[in-house]
């Protein structure tokens, strides 16, 4: 299967900093997608993002597939953005893998 | 409303007790998941399923069985429970074709 990393592991901010997560995918892949873990453990689609950049609010994602990567950005952090951001990439539509995470934490 | 759920979301059981977690959504996905995530780990895919009467394993070798008599219905059964099951189990279907996921907020089990 495809290997997924995540760095950094772990990321404590100041509330109002940015930050860049990124993610690191071991074969070709036709899905990428982002998700934030809230501390109830309830997994929130963030991006869906095989290729290129999107953008939703403060959040952004780009993934350059021909690289085997993919950033997520994060500006202005509030203390509610706090939680594990996990990729998922798949390269059949069928099986998805996913990194371990870097857990965030920001702080007022 | 289109989601995905699941239940119970949290359950403590005795040792050796049979188990089913539910899930079910309403959002028409052929392609459903079960995930296993120890606390702050990655996930690791144990069942999946193309749609109904087919069910795959996934690289997480797991005690648990699952069945798909109807689309939106993806229950995971364990027949004896034991500590070492306990964990975060999540449910997942995901669109055809584009295939993006979406997660049920998860059952947290305890096998005591």
């Known amino acids: 299967g495809i290997q997924v990393e995540q760095s950094p592991p772990d990321l404590i901010l100041q509330e109002g900093a940015n930050s860049t997560l990124r993610c690191n995918f071991s074969d070709s892949v036709n899905n990428l997608q982002w998700f934030h873990q809230n501390p109830w453990g309830q997994l929130i689609n963030l991006f869906y993002i095989p290729s290129g950049t999107k953008q939703n609010g403060r959040l952004s994602a780009t993934t350059v597939a021909t690289e085997r990567y993919s950033l997520l950005y994060i500006s202005s952090s509030q203390t509610t953005d706090s939680g594990v951001y996990f990729c998922?990439?798949?390269?059949?539509?069928?099986?998805?893998?996913f990194g371990s995470g870097t857990k965030l934490n920001v702080k007022p | 409303e289109a989601d995905i759920y699941q239940t119970p979301r949290y359950l403590v059981i005795g040792t050796g007790k049979k188990i089913t977690l539910e899930c079910s959504q309403t959002m028409g996905h052929d392609k459903m998941y079960w995930y296993q995530q120890d606390p702050g780990m990655e996930l690791h895919l144990i069942h999946y399923s193309y749609g109904v009467n087919s069910t795959e394993k996934g690289d997480l070798s797991s005690e648990s069985t699952v069945s798909r008599i109807r689309t939106e219905h993806f229950p995971l059964t364990l027949e004896s429970a034991r500590p070492s099951h306990t964990s975060q189990y999540l449910c997942?279907?995901?669109?055809?074709?584009?295939?993006?996921?979406?997660f049920g907020p998860g059952t947290r089990l305890t096998v005591t």
């Open positions: 997942a279907s995901s669109e055809p074709g584009v295939g993006e996921q979406y």
């Open positions: 998922a990439a798949s390269y059949n539509f069928n099986k998805f893998y």
